[in-house]
């Protein structure tokens, strides 16, 4: 979800957490220690991804495509 977009998604990433560790994402990193630090003001625990998928993909993983919208 965009930066911008996570306090709206607070009540839904709280219980989130309460079932499974969050891991936030973003393409460098920069925007996912970010959204941590915000998520950590609300008091929910999260991990930045270092380097992003940026790093994710010149380690050789593959990352997924976004689904076609349904029309």
Known sequence: MP???LQRALPALRSAAGK???AVVCAAGQRAQTACRQL???GITALAVTGGT???T???HIVA???EPAS
Do not use: H, I
């Open 3 to 5: 930066l911008d977009q």
């Open 20 to 22: 499974t560790e969050l």
């Open 40 to 42: 950590a003001e609300a």
């Open 54 to 56: 940026n790093a994710w």
């Open 58 to 60: 010149g380690a050789g």
């Open 65 to 67: 495509p976004e689904p």
